[in-house]
């Protein structure tokens, strides 16, 4: 089956100016994650959504970033003045449920690169 | 929240078995231990997840200390396929975050 597609696969933008990453999850998946991925490193949480519950943002770095996520389908994160440190592979990832055994999906990440 | 630290990078002959360490000395006693690796320019792929039992399938074994303080993926008969960077990671939270450490570069040499 489909696994999670991610989009664009790179964009490259100019400081100051504001983008919009999208993730597609498997089908049926009610958790969904972001992470951002700085070259070299390991993942950093950014935002987790479950459901229709309140979704935990207690690792978006700023207020310029910011995530949506509609039912249980895709989600958006927006990006607003960029920054050339957010320069970054950005992760999406989904899972069934929230149980501690389950699973992360991941997509294969958005480059982006701020000149 | 439980970090956990790897080597840097491993080699490993093609055929042979890839043992890759990890310390979680501070893991709590609700807390997984999970394996993924990710593929230079894909996105990570879960390979195997444990709490105190050794586990296996189809792609790895793991085997984790009686304390839970260190655990290792066995990959038994490493291809060249399997050159990718592993992520030990452990799983906390009510939002169940996988912290992620730097990894281990996993070289297999022909």
């Known amino acids: 089956g489909a696994g999670v597609s991610q989009s664009p696969s790179n964009k490259v933008t100019e400081k100051g100016k504001d983008v919009e990453l999208r993730c597609d999850p498997i089908s049926g998946h009610t958790a969904l994650y972001w992470y951002r991925q700085r070259l070299g490193q390991g993942l950093e949480f950014l935002i987790y959504f479950q459901g229709n519950s309140a979704p935990d943002k207690s690792g978006l770095p700023s207020d310029r970033f910011s995530a949506e996520r509609t039912g249980e389908s895709v989600s958006t994160l927006t990006i607003q003045r960029t920054q050339q440190e957010d320069s970054a592979v950005y992760l999406c990832?989904?899972?069934?449920?929230?149980?501690?055994?389950?699973?992360?999906?991941f997509g294969p990440g958005t480059r982006l690169t701020v000149l | 929240d439980a970090k956990t630290t790897q080597p840097t990078s491993m080699d490993c002959a093609e055929g042979r078995a890839a043992n890759l360490p990890c310390n979680h000395s501070t893991i709590s006693g609700n807390e997984y231990v999970y394996w993924y690796r990710q593929i230079h320019s894909q996105g990570p792929q879960y390979i195997i997840h444990g709490l105190k039992n050794n586990e296996t399938n189809e792609m790895a074994s793991l085997i984790i200390t009686e304390d839970r303080k260190s655990s290792t993926l066995i990959l038994p008969h490493a291809t060249l396929r399997d050159t990718a960077v592993y992520y030990c990671i452990v799983r906390v939270g009510s939002n169940y975050q996988l912290i992620w450490g730097a990894g281990t570069k996993l070289i297999i040499k022909p």
């Open positions: 990832a989904s899972s069934p449920h929230h149980l501690p055994t389950d699973t992360q999906y």
